[in-house]
């Protein structure tokens, strides 16, 4: 069974303070794809990242970063500086086997 | 501008009746999905498709129905037997069918919520 864990329900932070999103992912496959989605109010949500499960390499994007770690089947999400615009649920979800499965969403405030 | 479009925004039913939400993609996309999303809660599978004519039931197929007549479409019915529908019903499609179809990116829609009154 697969399954996605963000523990955090909420977290509000200041403008420019850097957050930290945990995800936390259970599968017995070994091929397997990470994702993040972000959800702003309006409800689509929106695609920010891909990883496969062969591919450790950290990413940064602007001010967005990810940090895969097999090891502990962690792939973390940390927007640097944040922005009022960051605020929105981001979603963490698990892709294999022709599905997906995702973590309850963490709904990140950026206040100004 | 190629994307996924749900209808209606918002639709309140009364207990007993069936709701029929569309969802239309021009993406040219081979699988489509219907998720549900409630408050605090990720999203769930309810069905999808990897083609036309063809569906199969995700985690929380109970009390929907889905039909797949055209590649762009993908509608859901709410039915009666549904206990508690009042929730956010996200459409996605993706271009990637098969096995490893996990390893595609979705596109969804805007979303449709439901309100049983």
């Known amino acids: 069974a697969q399954k996605v864990t963000q523990a955090q329900t909420e977290i509000s932070v200041v403008e420019k303070e850097d957050v930290t999103l945990d995800c936390v992912y259970e599968?017995?496959?070994?091929?397997?794809?990470l994702f993040w989605y972000k959800q702003p109010p309006s409800g689509e949500l929106v695609f920010l990242i891909r990883?496969?499960?062969?591919?450790?390499q950290n990413e940064i994007s602007g001010r967005y970063s990810w940090n895969f770690q097999k090891s502990t089947s962690s792939f973390n999400f940390t927007i640097t500086a944040s922005q009022v615009v960051d605020s929105a649920v981001y979603f963490c979800?698990?892709?294999?086997?022709?599905?997906?499965?995702f973590g309850d969403g963490t709904t990140l405030t950026v206040k100004p | 501008d190629g994307g996924i479009t749900q209808s209606p925004k918002y639709l309140f039913r009364k207990e007993g009746q069936n709701v029929t939400l569309s969802c239309e993609q021009n993406?040219?996309?081979?699988?489509m999905y219907w998720y549900r999303q409630d408050p605090g809660q990720g999203l769930r599978l309810i069905y999808y498709?990897?083609?036309?004519?063809?569906?199969q039931k995700g985690d929380i197929a109970e009390g929907y129905s889905v039909s797949r007549e055209k590649k762009e479409s993908f509608p859901l019915t709410v039915t009666s037997a549904q206990k508690n529908p009042t929730a956010f019903y996200l459409c996605?499609?993706?271009?990637?069918?098969?096995?490893?179809?996990?390893?595609?990116?979705?596109?969804f829609g805007a979303g449709s919520r439901l309100t049983v009154l």
């Open positions: 498709s990897q083609i036309v004519n063809d569906f």
């Open positions: 990883r496969n499960s062969f591919d450790e």
């Open positions: 599968t017995r496959d070994t091929t397997y794809y």
């Open positions: 996605a499609s993706s271009s990637g069918t098969g096995i490893y179809s996990g390893a595609n990116v979705l596109t």
């Open positions: 979800a698990l892709g294999s086997a022709g599905k997906s499965t």
């Open positions: 993406l040219n996309h081979d699988a």
